[in-house]
């Protein structure tokens, strides 16, 4: 692969496992102030809704959408009208975004009944999240108007600033709960202040990153132009395409609302988990793709639009199969050398792990998915990502029902996980079908390597980290070391094994052009 994009990717990881690391931060923070009680349940639901929006506006569709559209304006286009079409996109998006919170305000109950149907049969936490969630709405508009200026950093090659970004979230949270805590009698609000507030700060870096290296637009107020509802009309299949892990992820709450006080609270602290792994690998990689897919796109190199897809593939097995791994089999030690302290009990921790095994186990499917819809917005088809989403949903929903009693929370994260598989496989299927994605020679070795490697990285972890018992009675202190033990001789194993069955870093290089 070209050192530019490698060195892009790079970037983002990095930017983005700072932002990951403090987001843990961020959580051992909260699990031991609000533990997993009915509280924090409410908080989750109040914060999920906002973020579900959030995932489909800014991460999702909007990204999708207009990525592909400004690359071509950029490509074929006079700077003037590329700045112009920046600007009534700017103001469109601003303008349908008040709108829809003003309508969301409005409806703050019908929307926990429908994202938390259960919270009826419990009154607390039903008026908690309702309050929670009229602070926490807005948020949308922040978060969106910052992914909008994310989105024209990263089409200009500035990825860094945007990937840097969540850290500020990270920031309030902490700030806001710790404040919380030692001056409220109900902090769970001010926590929610807290999010509003890491938004603002979002919004202005972005914004402010625009204006540093000229690129701030002039927001015009246009809905009849036609560039507008090109993007508009690229959305609106979008909002359910491109997060269908996302959706999978809000259904587990809607059922999840039913099950016992804290199940909502384990599957959020296991999805976090699950998700840093994510963000660092599968949206590092869906982000620096997009704008080089489209661009080969665009000047219609089909083999270099091929090769870069293969290296975003190669790439995610590499690293991103030996973190599902690790991560299912240090799932006990890992909440408890984070999680367990203050309000966060053993019970906790033990149910917690079980989803976050279920989790883990989807994670290569929920990174193929983020990398391969990339590559069908990259070339303005929204329809087919749309079409295999809708299938997966339906899957997703069906299994829930099936795993929903015998096996609770858990149930409801491995429905998640198998529906992303059915998603990410199906997806590859039609790449390879319709002749889009070419595999570069050598797949069927790199995958035996793969195998062996992360084999060997599984009975690694497994011996080093022992009986989860062990780890309960250790203090912090202890846990920490030996958890960064076990990841420091795991990793190096597993790195060992895959330079002696031939895998090297140089493999995922290729001599293209850009």
């Given at each position: ?13 990095t ?6 690391v403090?987001?843990f931060i961020?959580?051992v ?8 009680g009915?509280?924090f ?5 109040a ?8 995932r489909?506006?800014a ?17 074929q ?24 919170v003003?309508?969301a ?51 200009w090659?500035?990825?860094?600033i945007?990937?840097?970004?969540p850290?500020?979230l ?9 404040f919380?805590?030692v ?12 999010v ?6 979002q919004?202005g870096?972005?914004?402010g ?13 246009d ?10 009309k ?16 809000l ?5 999840a609302s039913f099950?016992?006080?804290?199940s909502?609270?384990?599957?959020y ?5 699950t ?7 599968g949206?590092?990689?869906a ?44 799932a006990?030690?890992?909440?408890a ?19 976050l ?7 290569p499917?929920?990174?193929l ?18 079409k ?26 491995l ?9 990410g496989?199906?997806?590859?299927r039609?790449?390879l079908r ?31 980290a ?9 203090n912090t202190?202890?846990?920490?070391t030996?958890l ?6 795991s ?6 094994v ?17």
């Amino acid at each position: 692969m070209s050192k530019k994009l490698v060195k892009s990717t790079g970037i983002v990881a990095t930017m983005t496992m700072v932002s990951r690391v403090l987001g843990f931060i961020r959580d051992v923070v909260l699990a031991g102030f609000f533990g997993a009680g009915p509280a924090f349940d409410a908080f989750v639901i109040a914060f999920k809704i906002p973020n579900f929006f959030r995932r489909l506006f800014a991460e999702g569709a909007f990204s999708q959408a207009f990525v592909p559209i400004l690359t071509e304006y950029k490509v074929q286009q006079p700077e003037d009208d590329v700045r112009a079409f920046m600007g009534r996109v700017a103001g469109a998006l601003l303008g349908a975004l008040v709108v829809i919170v003003i309508l969301a305000e409005v409806a703050v109950p019908l929307l926990i009944i429908l994202f938390a149907p259960g919270f009826l049969h419990h009154p607390l936490r039903f008026e908690l999240s309702k309050g929670l969630l009229y602070i926490t709405f807005p948020y949308l508009l922040l978060i969106s108007m910052a992914a909008f200026a994310g989105a024209v950093l990263n089409a200009w090659q500035r990825f860094a600033i945007p990937a840097l970004s969540p850290v500020l979230l990270n920031v309030a949270m902490i700030t806001a709960a710790v404040f919380g805590v030692v001056y409220y009698h109900q902090p769970i609000y001010v926590l929610a202040w807290g999010v509003i507030m890491g938004g603002l700060l979002q919004c202005g870096l972005q914004w402010g990153a625009l204006y540093r290296v000229g690129l701030l637009p002039r927001l015009r107020f246009d809905w009849r132009d036609a560039a507008v509802w090109r993007v508009l009309k690229k959305m609106v299949p979008a909002l359910f395409g491109v997060s269908v892990a996302q959706l999978g992820l809000l259904i587990d709450g809607f059922f999840a609302s039913f099950l016992p006080s804290g199940s909502i609270s384990w599957l959020y602290y296991s999805d976090r988990l699950t998700f840093l792994p994510l963000g660092v690998i599968g949206v590092a990689l869906a982000t620096v793709s997009l704008p080089t897919l489209s661009r080969h796109f665009s000047s219609q190199s089909e083999q270099a639009y091929s090769k870069t897809l293969d290296w975003s593939l190669r790439t995610l097995g590499l690293v991103g199969l030996p973190a599902a791994v690790g991560l299912c089999c240090l799932a006990g030690p890992i909440l408890a050398t984070l999680l367990l302290h203050g309000e966060f009990t053993v019970r906790d921790v033990n149910m917690a792990s079980m989803s976050l095994m279920a989790f883990a186990a989807g994670l290569p499917a929920f990174m193929l998915v983020k990398i391969l819809a990339t590559a069908f917005y990259s070339r303005q088809n929204i329809h087919t990502p749309v079409k295999v989403a809708a299938v997966a949903l339906l899957v997703n929903v069906v299994l829930n029902m099936i795993f929903i009693f015998p096996l609770h929370h858990v149930g409801l994260a491995l429905a998640t996980s198998l529906a992303s598989y059915c998603n990410g496989l199906w997806l590859l299927r039609v790449l390879l079908r319709d002749g889009l994605y070419q595999p570069q020679p050598g797949w069927l070795l790199f995958i035996a390597r793969l195998f062996v490697a992360n084999v060997v990285l599984a009975i690694t972890a497994l011996w080093s980290a022992g009986v989860l018992a062990q780890w309960i009675l250790w203090n912090t202190w202890v846990r920490s070391t030996h958890l960064a033990g076990v990841i420091v001789l795991s990793v190096s194993v597993y790195t060992v094994v895959l330079w002696v069955t031939g895998v090297r870093f140089n493999d995922l290089k290729w001599v293209g052009g850009e």
